[in-house]
């Protein structure tokens, strides 16, 4: 069974940095199309970005655009969400999500704050 672990999230200002990342234990997810999802209190969850199972095709939330980059390597099993320009509004619980035809699942989340 799939079994999806997000990192990288913290407390960052606002202007700074940080990457996430999300892998998966037990399973390559070599085959799977990966979403970057995200949460903030009293808000429904939002897709921010995702990316085809190869690599080649990619999404990107006009909330986001040309602030965050999604990107894999299958070859380490990973996929990441470099996110720059933080603002305040990009707080909130941050989920990768992993689907391949009717089949998907989440991680369990990973908190990013941004506060000054």
């Known amino acids: 069974q799939l079994r999806l672990v997000e990192s990288g999230g913290g407390l960052v200002q606002p202007g700074g940095s940080l990457r996430l990342s999300c892998t998966a234990s037990d399973v390559t997810l070599d085959e799977y199309a990966i979403g970057w999802f995200r949460q903030a209190p009293g808000k429904e969850r939002e897709g921010v970005s995702c990316i085809s199972s190869g690599g080649g095709s990619t999404f990107t939330a006009d909330s986001v655009k040309g602030r965050f980059t999604i990107s894999r390597d299958n070859t380490k099993n990973m996929v990441y969400l470099e996110m720059n320009s933080l603002k305040p509004d990009d707080t909130a619980v941050y989920y990768c999500?992993?689907?391949?035809?009717?089949?998907?699942?989440w991680g369990q989340g990973t908190q990013v704050t941004v506060s000054s």
């Open positions: 999500n992993a689907r391949y035809l009717v089949y998907s699942t």
